[in-house]
């Protein structure tokens, strides 16, 4: 049941809430915010995680579905007013509904036929889409390094439009470690590297993308460390056919994880 009144900015709940915007009170907590009616729906379905629900009035008339499945899991639904529900986004304009979830990283494991594997990745909205991404590809996992962002910021969250609850994500995971445990589970490496000294169209053509793969993708500006890149099975770069300088890392992604999706598939 809601509560009586509308919470406000000021109240405790509120206050609390807005604290897990840092990775510290996440990681101490074991809870993130989930902003957005897809994504708190997306949340929703795996009841289990969520612990309350922050919402203003009318989202219980826009979006009543969000309200029955809060019942159905014995959700606490709190109505705040729209200050409060401000002070809860990181949006310019919130959209009025915000959930409080448990952390959903799992410990690392080393199985699947594809993962895909951020190395120092420090943009949260590349995180984000990186997770969304592996999950529209089918990808089994989510691996990320040591020294890559929270996956649970609230930016990263936001730019994986509820994919954050669809796929199983390992953090703080040394890279190097995990080659070798990948390797004894019939993996191959790849590392996505505008530099590469093949090409993707090669691994296509040559059968290399229809093996069991984990790629590996780098820092925004530095790419992937010499370490990295020393112990990988092949350095792969995608083509690019016309003047543009490189593409970004969610690009390369998408084009990598979904090559290899389709030549599982074949």
Known sequence: MASPGLLTAQSVRIKQARRLATRA?????????????????????????????????????????LRDLAAAAAVPWFEVNRAAVEALSE??????????CSLVTVPFGPTGKL???????????????????????????VVLSTESVDPHNPKAV?????????????TDVDIVTAVQSWREQGLQVLAADGYGATDLD?????GTLAKPTVWLFGNEAHGLPDSINAVVDHSVKVPIYGRAESLNLATAAAICLYASAREQRR
């Open 91 to 100: 949006t310019v304009t919130s959209q009025g509904v915000v959930a409080v």
């Open 158 to 170: 936001r730019a994986s439009v509820g994919s954050i609850f669809h796929v199983p994500i390992s």
């Open 115 to 141: 993962i895909a594997a951020g190395v120092q990745v420090r943009d949260p909205g590349n995180i984000g889409t990186l997770i969304r991404t592996a999950d529209a590809a089918g990808a089994d996992a």
């Open 202 to 206: 090669t691994c296509i053509d040559d």
């Open 25 to 65: 009170f996440r990681r101490k907590t074991g809870r993130f915010l989930v902003e957005g009616p897809q994504a708190v729906r997306e949340a929703l379905e795996h009841r289990e995680l969520v612990l309350e629900v922050y919402a203003e009035p009318e989202v219980a008339t826009r979006h009543r579905d």
